[in-house]
């Protein structure tokens, strides 16, 4: 049996502790007062604080939760430490450090914390690997009782469900938002057509069947997709050696020597992830349509980009109201090849694991506004397309990186109507605390644009950023297993489609976009009157 002092309050009146324990059934009665105090809800009642001799403690709860683990991580146990404030001094972690290193308990996590009143003691948090029946766990726990307190094994902390492994990966991509056929609505180039409707379906099954292992299909396209394929090429190609970012340029031409990459032919996703993965780790997985943003920035994190196969409707090969596979290979794949791109790309991935709601919003703003429509400067001070969106599109490339923009592309990008006073984008500094509040459209031109200084700048900046966020853990990626592991002890909540959630959001976003364009055209009409 393992003894720790535990803090607690006796009332002399009562004879009994603050977890009503008869005084008489303690068996040592060795208690030593060490403070005074009067309680404030009463003035007549004196309670005294002794330490009492008291066993480490672990909940029915924490202790089944703990030896079932469930979840396929590695064990861990996370336990409370209080300190009295008596021995809350120089020092006194150090001790308790000491006891874990002495029996060979690897700590995987350590915060404190104050309580809310001063006469308190701190407290500190500890994870640490292994399982409470362990017998060096036991060792050290009974040693760190011995210094503090009260330590008290706790049961895990509940985070959002997110895949641990590469083959977890085949739940994050059963839903995808609007179905099999994508955003096919009535705007969309494809609505009536049937047969591309069709074709749009048997692309997506043969995505749908695919799992974590496999060979990535062959596609076969037809000679009408190879068309529309050749169109879009070969007219970005001819735009990305003005406004591409260098990265990019680099890598580009490696893609048609080593993937496949030419106006001729469309490049099979199977080649690329090859290439990919060959220069950075990075590869590729078939997915049927658009993907939850939870969903999508879960599979970065294992250096998973989840791409779609089926082409744009032929009738307007310049235009696509979603993702297709010109606007992946095209815009998203080359940078994927880039070792700063890829890092910082997976960094957004690894904040996303297990992160709530909210700052999933955050990740996925600060992705839109880097891996989308980001730009950053080139060596002549200019700035240059980073962002897929941006490089996957001749008109979004010219509103974007143009020094003067012409009235027709501000026309058919949907600026001019929606921002008449808009002649160039408004482009700031990179900063991702602005990036991940700052709304944007999704069906027109971007009104503003965020600029890094390079490549690397904009990992850093991304790297700080995820380093603070408040989260209940932090997970651990393993490049050989390609897994990871959690910082703390938690459990994950049972897995839920988020697809349809972010489709409503959607609709209730851009009930308020149209507020937000109004804030924007009148902080541009005060800038240009101040002027």
Same mark, same amino acid.
């Given at each position: 049996m393992i003894t720790i002092l535990k803090y607690c309050y006796i009332d002399d009146r009562r004879g009994l502790i603050e977890d009503r324990v008869p005084l008489e059934n303690i068996e040592d009665k060795k208690m030593l007062p060490i403070l005074s105090?009067?309680?404030?809800?009463?003035?007549?009642?004196?309670?005294?604080?002794?330490?009492?001799?008291?066993?480490?403690?672990?909940?029915?709860?924490?202790?089944?939760?703990?030896?079932?683990?469930?979840?396929?991580?590695?064990?861990?146990?996370?336990?409370?430490?209080?300190?009295?404030?008596?021995?809350?001094?120089?020092?006194?972690?150090?001790? *308790?450090?000491?006891?874990?290193?002495?029996?060979?308990?690897?700590?995987?996590?350590?915060?404190?914390?104050?309580?809310?009143?001063?006469? !308190?003691?701190?407290?500190?948090?500890? !994870?640490?690997?292994?399982?409470?029946? !362990?017998?060096?766990v036991e060792a050290a726990l009974n040693e760190v009782s011995k210094v503090s307190a009260r330590v008290e094994v706790i049961g895990p902390k509940y985070v959002p469900w997110f895949p641990g492994n590469m083959r977890e990966l085949d739940q994050c991509v059963v839903d995808t938002i609007g179905g099999g056929e994508g955003l096919i609505a009535a705007d969309h180039p494809g609505f009536k057509d049937e047969v591309y409707k069709k074709r749009r379906l048997e692309i997506a099954a043969q995505a749908t069947s695919y799992r974590y292992g496999e060979k990535i299909p062959h596609t076969e396209y037809t000679e009408e997709e190879v068309k529309v394929w050749n169109a879009v090429y070969e007219r970005l190609t001819t735009l990305h050696r003005e406004f591409a970012c260098d990265e990019y340029n680099t890598v580009f031409p490696e893609l048609a020597q080593e993937a496949g990459y030419g106006p001729r032919q469309i490049p099979q996703l199977g080649d690329i992830s090859e290439y990919c993965k060959s220069k950075t780790g990075f590869q590729l997985r078939p997915v049927a349509g658009l993907l939850s943003a939870r969903d999508f920035l879960n599979a970065l994190a294992f250096r998973t980009f989840c791409s779609t196969q089926y082409i744009r409707h032929g009738g307007n090969p310049f235009y696509t109201p979603e993702p297709d596979i010109c606007h992946e290979l095209i815009g998203h794949v080359p940078l994927l090849a880039d070792p700063d791109f890829a890092d910082f790309t997976q960094r957004v991935g690894l904040a996303s694991l297990g992160a709530s709601?909210?700052?999933?919003?955050?990740?996925?703003? *600060?992705?839109?506004?880097?891996?989308?429509?980001?730009?950053?400067?080139?060596?002549?001070?200019?700035?240059?397309?980073?962002?897929?969106?941006?490089?996957?599109?001749?008109?979004?490339?010219?509103?974007?990186?143009?020094?003067?923009?012409?009235?027709?592309?501000?026309?058919?990008?949907? *600026?001019?109507?929606?921002?008449?006073?808009?002649?160039?984008?408004?482009?700031?500094?990179?900063?991702?605390?602005?990036?991940?509040?700052?709304?944007?459209?999704?069906?027109?031109?971007?009104?503003?644009?965020?600029?890094? !200084?390079?490549?690397?700048?904009?990992?850093?900046?991304?790297?700080?950023?995820?380093?603070?966020?408040?989260?209940?853990?932090?997970?651990?990626?393993?490049?050989?297993?390609?897994?990871?592991?959690?910082?703390?002890? *938690?459990?994950?909540?049972?897995?839920?489609?988020?697809?349809?959630?972010?489709?409503?959001?959607?609709?209730?976003?851009?009930?308020?976009?149209?507020?937000?364009?109004?804030?924007?055209?009148?902080?541009?009409?005060?800038?240009?009157?101040?002027?």
């Open positions: 105090r009067s309680s404030p809800s009463s003035s007549s009642r004196a309670l005294r604080t002794y330490l009492v001799p008291h066993r480490w403690h672990a909940s029915a709860a924490a202790a089944k939760l703990q030896a079932k683990n469930t979840d396929g991580f590695r064990p861990l146990v996370a336990c409370e430490i209080e300190l009295t404030r008596g021995g809350n001094k120089p020092g006194a972690l150090g001790g *308790i450090l000491a006891a874990f290193e002495k029996h060979k308990v690897d700590l995987t996590h350590v915060e404190s914390k104050l309580h809310s009143f001063a006469h !308190d003691g701190l407290v500190f948090l500890a !994870d640490f690997k292994g399982r409470v029946s !362990d017998p060096h709601d909210e700052e999933i919003v955050k990740l996925a703003s *600060i992705y839109w506004f880097t891996v989308e429509f980001g730009l950053v400067r080139g060596q002549d001070g200019k700035v240059k397309a980073m962002g897929a969106g941006i490089l996957s599109s001749f008109g979004e490339m010219e509103w974007a990186a143009a020094e003067k923009p012409s009235e027709e592309c501000r026309i058919s990008g949907g *600026i001019a109507r929606d921002y008449p006073d808009l002649m160039n984008p408004k482009v700031v500094d990179f900063d991702p605390r602005a990036a991940a509040v700052q709304p944007y459209p999704i069906t027109t031109y971007q009104p503003i644009f965020f600029c890094g !200084d390079s490549v690397e700048s904009v990992k850093e900046k991304i790297s700080t950023y995820c380093d603070g966020m408040e989260r209940s853990f932090h997970p651990v990626y393993d490049t050989i297993t390609q897994s990871v592991q959690p910082s703390r002890h *938690i459990r994950r909540l049972r897995r839920s489609s988020t697809a349809d959630m972010q489709a409503q959001k959607q609709k209730e976003y851009f009930a308020k976009l149209a507020e937000s364009k109004k804030e924007f055209a009148e902080g541009s009409s005060d800038e240009q009157t101040a002027s």
